[in-house]
């Protein structure tokens, strides 16, 4: 037999890889020249999804508009029915107990400074009818209803 046909086992024990400083600096320099594009896609990747929520806020924030434009609009109609003049007329006749004002119940101030400036001698008290008096105002509990309460 031949030395070419024997094997022998291989002791690798006793080696000790190198490090192969170019090799590094090859690995080293491709990192960083991936760096900026892939900087760059990841600001376009936000930009994307950034403009994608702000256009999800928008659709949001016009939904709310519609529904505060319709509710104004209905509030605007509930004021408009809420003042005509013949529901409060009809409030003031079942509710307050008020009737039309005869015609010796009505002085215009027109005609009581007219008659002055011509010498006419105004209304008296036996022609007025009897004043009405109304119940005071309930006053809010916002603040001091004098500035004396807090002693300026």
Same mark, same amino acid.
């Given at each position: 037999?031949s030395s070419y $046909?024997?094997s /022998?086992?291989v002791?690798n024990r006793?080696?000790? *890889?190198e /490090?192969? +400083?170019? /090799? =590094?600096?090859?690995?080293l320099a @491709?990192?960083l020249?991936?760096l900026?594009?892939m900087? @760059?896609l990841?600001? #376009?990747i936000?930009a994307?999804l950034?403009?994608? +929520?702000?256009g999800y806020?928008i ?6 508009r519609? =529904?505060?434009?319709e509710k104004? /609009?209905?509030l !605007?109609?509930?004021e408009?029915?809420?003042?005509? !003049?013949? *529901? @409060?007329?009809?409030?003031?006749r +079942?509710?307050l107990? !008020?009737?039309? $004002? !005869?015609p010796?119940?009505?002085i215009? @101030?027109?005609?009581?400074? #007219?008659?002055a400036? =011509?010498?006419?001698? %105004?209304a008296g008290?036996? =022609? ?9 105002p ?5 603040g001091?209803?004098? %500035?004396t309460?807090e002693?300026?």
């Amino acid at each position: 037999m031949s030395s070419y $046909a024997v094997s /022998r086992p291989v002791d690798n024990r006793f080696l000790v *890889r190198e /490090r192969d +400083r170019q /090799r =590094t600096r090859e690995l080293l320099a @491709v990192a960083l020249a991936a760096l900026p594009p892939m900087a @760059v896609l990841f600001a #376009a990747i936000w930009a994307n999804l950034e403009t994608v +929520r702000l256009g999800y806020q928008i659709e949001h924030l016009e939904k709310q508009r519609e =529904t505060l434009v319709e509710k104004r /609009r209905q509030l !605007l109609g509930d004021e408009a029915k809420a003042s005509s !003049l013949v *529901r @409060v007329e009809d409030i003031a006749r +079942r509710e307050l107990g !008020l009737s039309d $004002a !005869l015609p010796g119940q009505i002085i215009l @101030v027109e005609d009581a400074v #007219a008659k002055a400036a =011509t010498g006419a001698a %105004p209304a008296g008290p036996a =022609t007025l009818p009897a004043p009405v008096v109304l119940p005071a105002p309930v006053p809010a509990a916002e603040g001091p209803a004098s %500035p004396t309460e807090e002693g300026f």
